[in-house]
């Protein structure tokens, strides 16, 4: 099993940045791919950005130049700076890993929220 440890969501006007952080411990060995997904009441989880153990990332088109997914695999921990926040970013944010893909274990999320 694997236990992931959101941390660094809060309130942030428009235009602000702030950035998450999730610690992974447990059977990390396995773990490849880990990542951020997204979800607002009423719609689907989302995929907002993913990363390789080699550093590979995958961005969601919505997102892309505007936040950016790093990993210190030192630290078993990922993290999602998030710059130029909109309102439309606010959402609860779940971190995820997994051997092929970040969706095998999850998180207990993170809530944003970005004011106008």
């Known amino acids: 099993q694997v236990q992931l440890v959101e941390s660094g969501g809060g309130l942030v006007q428009a235009g602000g940045s702030l950035r998450l952080s999730c610690a992974a411990s447990?059977?990390?060995?396995?773990?490849?791919?880990m990542g951020w997904y997204r979800q607002v009441p009423g719609k689907q989880r989302e995929l907002v950005a993913a990363?390789?153990?080699?550093?590979?990332?995958n961005y969601a088109g919505s997102v892309k130049g505007r936040f950016t997914i790093s990993r210190d695999n030192a630290k078993n921990t990922v993290y999602l700076q998030m710059n130029s926040l909109k309102p439309e970013d606010t959402a609860v944010y779940y971190c995820?890993?997994?051997?092929?893909?970040?969706?095998?274990?999850w998180g207990q999320g993170t809530q944003v929220t970005v004011s106008s």
């Open positions: 447990g059977s990390i060995g396995s773990i490849n791919a």
């Open positions: 990363i390789t153990r080699r550093g590979s990332t």
């Open positions: 995820a890993a997994g051997r092929f893909s970040a969706g095998d274990y």
